[in-house]
């Protein structure tokens, strides 16, 4: 029941995504800017999507577990493009690497590393994420993308499911598989 729940929460969360950015996606780059200009960091935004869905509370912990400079990049005027894992995908994570949540959030190097494999530098939205064969993550390392899947150092396959979610330093996908280096 509580997975049924889960799933249906997901899936309505995708769908509002997908309609605002469906809203979105019309605008011309110019105008998407624009209007990234007068709306909150990525941060703000992980924080706002999450407290209306509660999708993101696992990344949200990540982020308050991980070194304080991720939360100050990702809060910073530099532009960024944040793959964001929903919490299913971290569910999912600590079920094939037999960890608690408690003892993932521990480890404040890992968490740290984990993360900054899922930004990149720079305001990418979906057609120059999928003009991409390779994109280079904040940790150093890169990720293979091939038609919206993004594939990480490990052969582990992430499809991108809600796509160019405004934030006034960055642009937000969200993907269904945490990335690891």
Do not use: C, W
């Not at 997901?10 to 800017?33: C, D, E, Q, T």
């Amino acid at each position: 029941m509580a997975t049924t729940l889960r799933r249906s929460a997901s899936f309505l969360m995708v769908v509002a995504l997908v309609v605002g950015l469906l809203a979105v996606s019309v605008l011309p780059a110019s105008a998407r800017a624009n209007k990234a200009a007068k709306s909150p960091s990525i941060v703000d935004v992980a924080l706002d999507v999450n407290a209306q869905t509660g999708e993101f509370s696992v990344l949200i912990a990540a982020l308050q577990a991980a070194d304080p400079s991720v939360i100050q990049t990702l809060s910073s005027k530099g532009q960024y493009t944040v793959f964001a894992p929903t919490d299913e995908a971290f569910l999912a994570l600590l079920e094939e690497l037999d960890m608690t949540a408690e003892e993932l959030l521990s480890n404040q190097a890992l968490v740290t590393e984990v993360l900054l494999y899922h930004v990149a530098t720079g305001r990418r939205y979906a057609e120059d994420v999928v003009a991409s064969d390779q994109i280079r993550m904040l940790n150093g390392g890169r990720v293979a993308q091939d038609g919206g899947v993004l594939t990480d150092a490990n052969d582990r396959m992430s499809n991108i499911i809600a796509v160019d979610v405004e934030a006034s330093n960055g642009v937000i996908h969200v993907i269904d598989r945490v990335l690891l280096p």
